[in-house]
């Protein structure tokens, strides 16, 4: 896939014809990478309302830049730090985030997800 493509990988099973397309971005801001570019750590913590607003800030970029890639799954990716499982769980489990997401994501990609080394989210 090329730079800036609305589709970082397209990804297909051996049995089907089917093909998902999916967008990848990073959970984190640059002040993030900033300090773990220069220490090789970051101890930031970060709390879950924190990362809400995290996902959300992270929503919002890629509907800027891709607002009709319906049939695009735009992937949050947490690397290189993880969330906790039960974190994952409670953040899928947010009824009132998961209708401002749906909300906000109206028209723009077919679902997305948190994805942790712990695991992974349904956001919308």
Not at 20 to 47: C, H, M, N, Y
């Amino acid at each position: 896939m090329t730079q800036n493509s609305e589709v970082d990988i397209l990804a297909s099973e051996p049995t089907s014809k089917d093909k998902k397309k999916f967008q990848i971005t990073s959970l984190w801001p640059q002040d993030f990478w900033e300090p773990l570019a220069r220490k090789g750590a970051s101890d930031k913590k970060v709390s879950r309302l924190e990362i809400l607003d995290l996902i959300r800030t992270a929503l919002e970029k890629k509907l800027r830049k891709y607002s009709t890639a319906h049939d695009v799954i735009l992937l949050i990716d947490t690397h290189p730090a993880g969330i906790p499982l039960n974190c994952l769980n409670k953040i899928e489990s947010d009824e009132a985030f998961q209708k401002e997401m749906a909300g906000l994501n109206n028209r723009g990609f077919e679902e997305v997800w948190v994805v942790s080394s712990d695991g992974h989210a349904r956001i919308c």
